[in-house]
């Protein structure tokens, strides 16, 4: 275990790699291995751990009856996910946790962390007030995600998404985590409409793009 990598992590800010260990073991850690496609949690389940990505890429996604898929979130490495439900014991997830590469995921157990613990161990109030930082975190990811949805039309959502993104990263110039069923799934959009309208956008001098590669392009 890289435990100076996980000091870096948002639920270890602050804590020194050397009290890791001990830690980890006061909070019933347990490190587990997922190849590509695996399912880490499925709709329905319940958990008492929130899981932290070590390697590989987690997507966290909803799909209906119909068999529709909605893709809420990409997880990499030093990111949680299922931290909401860990903190609501018996609430079934609404949402399939699956391994978009193979990945290695060290699970946390929320009930220990919040509790007092029986060793006195003076950083649980720091490692909950780094929950609460990943918590806020995740709603406004939510929050992102509902606004980049909102716009009524395909382009619309494409141009919020992808302003965002130029933001975020400081350039016109980026690559995004998603290809292009996973983005369609994400806006919440038809994959072969979402290919047509790039197409268009191209054709206008709005962007260049190829696979999940994106050049935004200034209009006069």
Same mark, same amino acid.
Not at 150 to 159: D, E, Q, Y
């Given at each position: 275990?890289?435990?100076?990598?996980?000091?870096?992590?948002?639920?270890?800010?602050?804590?020194? !790699?050397?009290?890791?260990?001990?830690?980890?073991?006061?909070?019933g850690s347990e490190q587990k291995n997922y190849k590509?496609?695996?399912? #880490?949690? +499925? *709709?329905?389940?319940? *958990?008492?751990?929130?899981?932290?990505?070590?390697?590989?890429? /987690?997507?966290? $996604? =909803?799909?209906?009856?119909?068999? =529709?898929?909605?893709?809420?979130?990409? @997880?990499? !490495?030093?990111?949680?996910?299922?931290?909401?439900?860990?903190?609501?014991?018996?609430? !079934?997830?609404?949402?399939?946790? %699956?391994?978009?590469?193979?990945?290695? @995921?060290?699970?946390?157990?929320?009930?220990?962390?919040?509790?007092?613990? !029986?060793? *006195?161990?003076?950083?649980?109030?720091?490692?909950?007030?780094?929950? %609460?930082?990943?918590? &806020?975190?995740?709603?406004?990811?939510?929050?992102? +995600?509902?606004?980049?949805?909102? &716009?009524?039309? #395909?382009?619309?959502?494409?141009?919020?998404?992808?302003?965002?993104? &130029?933001l975020r990263q400081g350039k016109y110039e980026f690559?995004?985590?998603?290809?292009?069923?996973?983005?369609?799934?994400?806006?919440? /959009?038809?994959?072969?409409?979402?290919?047509? $309208?790039?197409?268009?956008?191209? #054709?206008?001098?709005?962007?260049?793009?190829?696979?999940?590669?994106?050049?935004? %392009?200034?209009?006069?």
């Amino acid at each position: 275990m890289n435990y100076s990598y996980l000091s870096k992590t948002i639920l270890f800010r602050g804590i020194h !790699p050397d009290e890791m260990k001990e830690m980890l073991s006061c909070l019933g850690s347990e490190q587990k291995n997922y190849k590509k496609g695996q399912y #880490i949690y +499925r *709709t329905g389940d319940t *958990t008492q751990s929130m899981g932290l990505v070590l390697s590989g890429n /987690v997507f966290i $996604e =909803n799909d209906d009856i119909w068999g =529709n898929k909605s893709l809420l979130d990409s @997880i990499g !490495p030093g990111q949680f996910f299922g931290e909401t439900y860990a903190s609501l014991p018996g609430e !079934p997830l609404m949402v399939n946790v %699956l391994a978009r590469q193979d990945s290695e @995921i060290l699970f946390i157990n929320i009930t220990r962390l919040m509790k007092v613990c !029986p060793n *006195t161990c003076s950083h649980h109030s720091k490692l909950i007030q780094n929950l %609460l930082t990943i918590s &806020a975190q995740k709603n406004l990811n939510l929050s992102r +995600r509902i606004f980049h949805t909102s &716009a009524k039309t #395909i382009r619309g959502r494409l141009l919020s998404y992808l302003s965002y993104e &130029a933001l975020r990263q400081g350039k016109y110039e980026f690559s995004i985590p998603y290809n292009r069923q996973q983005l369609a799934d994400y806006l919440s /959009v038809d994959r072969s409409a979402l290919s047509n $309208e790039l197409s268009k956008m191209q #054709i206008e001098g709005i962007l260049t793009t190829e696979k999940n590669y994106f050049q935004l %392009l200034k209009t006069e």
